[in-house]
């Protein structure tokens, strides 16, 4: 086996130096009649092309969205992303280190993780940023377990305009919990009443911006009747490249802003691994959950960096600690940081520009057929279009017609009698012929 | 040849290393931070400007400044690859992280993870047009479930402890359904476990009622029974346990918390030791998750992306978050929602670590079910050659018996020497190693906890055994400044991280000292 170094001999030596007649006696702890000799149904194993090929052929199976006009989002982004960003994390020692435990030997790690966090605090227009969470939905229920513990309050109250899977996953956390949760029914045209479902009990007030529906949302007025009664603003945001140009949370008085990192620096995977990105005020910082990269000195005066503040973390408080999180998401943030100190905030802004600037022209485009409805007054990347018949047959039908052409919000929100809405959204990775092919494909289809 | 025929000579070099004007010591640099780098008026990346068109904003756009610097693409290239070379990687040498479990990453997973059908496929495309996503998800499934013997596979969880917390969630659900989710409050945890399991067991309002290791450092039969009362949901126990030593009185304990009415939660963060040995759903095990990190070695990646899922015994099934992939006629397809079921709920947005899927499974059909097997032994044996290397000058907490694919030293050795298990750690730095786990597991003092993985060839363990020996003997000699100095041939010295935690300082900002 290719990756295993020891031979028979060599095994055999090392088998005589502990002691022990054969390799069995090492394994006498298991239990006698619990001992398997084989992996039944697993095949043997196989050579590095042979598990190419067979990878290979599975991977043919899907249809790849750089291979179509590709016009979905709901909080995943297909980004064009430098092929500097995949070079450099695949270097050894970014890519087969372990959490900076050590931090003499791991200063590479520590100092990306300090310069991510100060990339996240600039772009979220916060005071102090994480160094990453596994995602952004798990970044939101962390973010409002947090917000219970500031306010010492178990209540949160969820903007209809939340991805409907992250406020899955806040409501799974709640229940288990027990804690109380408000969900607001979907709101597709952000014109929910939020703040008169704010009460004493309410800890945290989570909304998203721009909204599961694209639509941008002023949190300013949120965050002072959440202030009012005591609770937190939490916003959410699915796209980093939108706060280029939209007002960021922190602009709107925010408490902690939450989301996913996945549109700088990742590819869409399927949906993972992603990275979260967390950030809060200063003054929150002991109660924030995950790791924290600091800068301190070492014995001969020199700066560096640490991971700090780790009382807070499970390895030292164990059932008190601020959260369960170990593992962060070390090298999607690298990606991330890389990608996004390439680009700069002059390479963000233009960025976001021609994301904003390819969804008006495909809004135009598209609502320009007989029947379609753009929604939105407002949105930047992404926007809900309504046709006459379900969403669901609709991108059926046009992917079979070779276009990926957004998500039903049925499939999201069954039941929400929303069926004849679609999500669309559009990346600087559209051309004009994306978007003639997609117009084509629509209007022939609801001819 | 750029000498020109004047060779350097060591014996011409001042023996003490000189200070440098930038701080570099040759191929040792210093490296300032983008923020310093960088210009805030730049871009490292060409992007057209649009055509002019009217913005749809409307009243949101963006006010103030971003200020966030962009670096020039050599530029960017040379910062991360000069940090890159301040770090200690797998791939550079051991790293015997007891606990960790850091073994080779084979690139060839790497290639195949970056497969356009599976690196660039949207997790909310038409079904239709993402079945081999799915067959991947189902492939790795299956074969997980044919390695622990369980009944059901909830892949969704992120990391370990992300699987953890959907293991317990599947046991309160489990509870509740019974109508028992008022009185069954407590969860067991052995004092000899990673920290994650009691804050996960509190993350979902359990409380925790600790139980202690014996002597030989395995929990017994009895020590459960004195703890188990109508009040226990459930125990979380590691096994291998953080000692490094299997539970022997396993499936007693596993009866002795079913008779109770609880569910035998296990840590699966060790089954990297007996993959293809014995099943956890032969020993009674009613949920664990999986580190593909560790058992399956996707890589760590400074810390992450990890990814856990779990799998679950028949009776904690119904429970299993969503989603999940189902095969009906000839296609797979996608469960989302809870809707008609009694499924708990949801883990994170999507379906899980995909990428880390395609790493893990290619890891699994390279080795079969044969090299996963000689994995497992090798880890043994290569962990039990340097405990019987190491026995007669360190000390082993609880004595001399065979461990499964760490080994555990406790610091009784040290004593009189007024060095520390730290001391000791950091001295191996400079001789190239990085350090094993350290003061965990927190039952044995001083603790070491040493996991060479089956990655490493005779002669690495030869050389890193003579190491920690001649080390050892230095220790006993009382060579003190070799480890109260240490480490001195690394990028840094030791760091006052007193500093770091009284006065944080978590990001830049421009009135730093540079």
Known sequence: MRYLPLDASEREAMLTRIGVQDIEALFADIPADKRIEDLLDMPLGKSEMAVERAMTAIAGRSVAAGSVPFFLGAGAYRRHIPATVDHLIQRSEFLTSYTPYQPEIAQGTLQVLFEFQTQVAALTGMEVANASMYDGSTACGEAMLMAHRLTRRNGAVISGGLHPQYADVCATLAHMAGDRIARLAPDLKASEGIAAAIDAETSCVIVQSPDFFGNPRDLTPIAEAAHAHGALLIAVFTDPVALAAVRSPGEMSADIAVGEGQGLGNALNFGGPYVGLFATRAKNVRQMPGRLAGETVDAEGRRSFVLTLSTREQHIRREKATSNICTNSGLCALAFSIHLSLLGAVGLERLAKVNHANAVELADRLSAIPSVEVINTHFFNEFVMRTPRPAAELTEALAGRGVIGGLPVSRLLPGAGLDDCIIVASTETNTDDDRAAYARALADWLR | ?514
Request: proline share 7%; glycine share 8%.
């Open chain 2, 1 to 514: 040849m750029n000498v020109q025929g004047r060779p350097t000579r060591p014996e011409t070099a001042a023996a003490q290393p000189r200070e440098t004007f930038t701080g570099n010591r040759g191929l040792d640099m210093e490296e300032a931070l983008i923020f310093e780098i960088g210009r805030f008026d730049a871009t490292g990346v060409d992007i057209d400007e649009p055509a002019p068109f009217q913005s749809k904003l409307g009243p949101h756009a963006r006010q103030s400044a971003l200020r966030l610097p962009g670096l020039a693409e050599p530029e960017a290239i040379r910062h991360y690859v000069r940090l890159s070379r301040n770090n200690y990687s797998i791939d550079a040498g051991i790293y015997p992280l007891g606990s960790c479990t850091m073994k080779h990453n084979p690139r060839l997973n790497e290639k195949m993870a970056r497969l356009p059908g599976f690196a660039d496929v949207h997790p909310l495309q038409p079904v239709s047009t993402a079945q081999g996503a799915l067959e991947i998800v189902e492939a790795l499934s299956n074969a997980l479930l044919i390695m622990t013997g369980m009944d059901a596979v909830a892949m969704s969880p992120k990391a370990g402890a992300h699987g953890e917390l959907c293991g317990m969630m599947a046991i309160k659900a489990a509870i509740e359904a019974r109508g028992e989710g008022e009185t069954r409050r407590v969860v067991l945890v052995p004092d000899s476990a990673h920290g994650t399991n009691p804050a996960t067991a509190a993350l979902i309002g359990y409380s925790v009622r600790s139980i202690p290791a014996g002597e030989d450092g395995i929990v017994s039969v009895e020590a459960v029974r004195a703890a188990l009362a109508p009040d226990v949901a459930a125990i979380m126990l590691t096994n291998p346990n953080t000692c490094g030593l299997f539970e022997r009185e396993i499936v007693g304990i596993a009866d002795a918390v079913h008779e109770a009415g609880a569910y035998f939660y296990c840590d699966g963060a060790n089954f990297n030791a007996i993959v293809g040995k014995t099943r956890p759903g032969d020993l009674g095990v009613d949920a664990m998750h999986i580190n593909l990190h560790k058992t399956f070695s996707t890589p760590h990646g400074g810390g992450g992306p990890g990814a856990g899922p779990v799998v679950m015994s028949s009776r904690l099934a119904p429970y299993a978050p969503v989603p999940f992939v189902k095969r009906e006629g000839g296609a797979l397809r996608l469960v989302e929602h809870t809707q008609g079921r009694e499924s708990f709920g949801r883990m994170c947005a999507f379906h899980g670590q995909m990428g880390m899927f395609v790493r893990a499974l290619s890891f699994i059909l390279s080795h079969g079910a044969d090299g996963l097997r000689q994995a497992s032994e090798d880890a043994v044996l290569s962990a039990n050659y340097v405990r019987a290397s190491l026995n007669e000058v360190m000390s082993a907490p609880f004595g001399d018996r065979p461990c499964m694919h760490e080994v555990l030293f406790d610091d009784r050795w040290l004593k009189d020497t007024g060095l520390t298990t730290l001391d000791f750690a950091k001295a191996m730095i400079d001789e190239g190693y990085h350090p094993m786990t350290v003061y965990f597991p927190l039952i044995v003092h001083g603790a070491m906890l040493i996991e060479p993985t089956e990655s490493e060839s005779k002669a690495s363990l030869d050389l890193f055994i003579m190491t920690l020996r001649d080390l050892a003997t230095a220790a006993k000699a009382e060579k003190r400044e070799r480890f109260q100095s240490a480490p001195v041939h690394a990028p840094r010295r030791r760091l006052d991280e007193t500093r770091a935690a009284r006065q944080p300082v978590l990001s830049w900002t421009r009135s730093q000292p540079a």
